[in-house]
């Protein structure tokens, strides 16, 4: 796992390429676009890096504002064997429980409203 947090110097790489047993997940801590960095160029390199460093498909989690809970829970599902876990594309962060709308008596409870498909 490569916490990366220069968001202001491009990342160099010199590994071989398609190594098979190795994989590279990446947690980017950025600071806000400025004359004097520019995250995105910085993401697209690392995201570059992910593509050829190894056989297993790497994750990328970025984060701006510094959420300690966010950086959490990125860190928790970066901690998953690379070779167990969906694609990233594939991959569905639980949903804040905060941000759940409550469920009133009269209303019926849909399956995709319940946290995990279970049934109240």
Same mark, same amino acid.
């Given at each position: ?43 697209? @390199? ?51 429980? @905060?941000?759940?709308?409550?469920? @009133? ?8 409203? @319940? ?6």
């Amino acid at each position: 796992i490569l916490i990366y947090c220069r968001s202001s110097v491009q990342p160099e790489f010199h590994w071989p390429e398609g190594q098979k047993l190795f994989t590279l997940d990446v947690l980017y801590l950025h600071d806000k676009p400025s004359p004097d960095n520019c995250p995105q160029k910085v993401y697209d @390199t690392l995201v570059d890096a992910l593509e050829h460093v190894g056989e297993h498909e790497g994750y990328i989690f970025e984060s701006g504002g510094g959420l300690t809970r966010v950086l959490f829970k990125q860190m928790c599902l970066l901690l998953s064997h690379p070779q167990q876990r969906c694609s990233q594309e594939d991959l569905d962060i639980p949903k804040s429980v @905060t941000k759940k709308v409550p469920v @009133t008596e009269g209303h019926p409870v849909k399956e995709e409203e @319940t946290p995990h498909g279970s049934n109240q």
